[in-house]
């Protein structure tokens, strides 16, 4: 990331338009508004740019035409991270394996991604 600025949690709406420029990179407010999963209108768009901008996640990166294109600052993982422990802080008290206990408690997780998280618990482990 390229700002003073922490990003923090991500709206869902951000997080719908930050998905759009992982995705493609580099892109205008008029190709976010098409790639959206749901309509959201130009405006919304426009302004949910602005803020992520100011939030330091996206920065402008030239023109296409008389439209600005936007790229992200942060990779999606890096959002992930970020989000995944505010929520830990916020809703678990800091504590990110009462996050994960909670998920895998509330069968959010298949049985392929227990077996995967498994293998990444002993591969971290076997690299210590």
């Known amino acids: 990331m ?3 600025k922490e990003p923090g949690m991500l709206t ?3 997080a719908e338009v930050m998905n759009v420029i992982w995705d493609h990179d580099e892109v205008t407010v008029s190709d976010i508004v098409e ?3 749901r309509e959201l209108a130009y405006t919304t768009v ?3 740019c602005g803020i992520l ?3 330091g996640c996206v920065k402008k ?3 296409r035409g008389r439209a600005f294109l936007y790229q992200p600052l ?3 993982d890096d959002a992930r991270g970020v989000m995944s422990h505010e929520v830990a802080r916020r809703l678990f008290r800091g504590s990110v394996k009462s996050l994960v206990l909670n998920l895998v408690r509330d069968d959010a997780i298949s049985a392929e991604d227990l077996s995967e998280v ?4 002993e591969d971290l482990e076997a690299s210590k």
């Open 2 to 4: 390229n700002s003073d």
């Open 12 to 14: 869902a709406a951000e």
């Open 35 to 37: 790639r959206l999963p």
């Open 46 to 48: 426009m302004t949910t």
């Open 53 to 55: 901008e100011e939030k």
């Open 61 to 63: 990166a030239g023109k």
């Open 74 to 76: 942060i990779s999606r």
């Open 118 to 121: 498994k293998k990444m618990i």
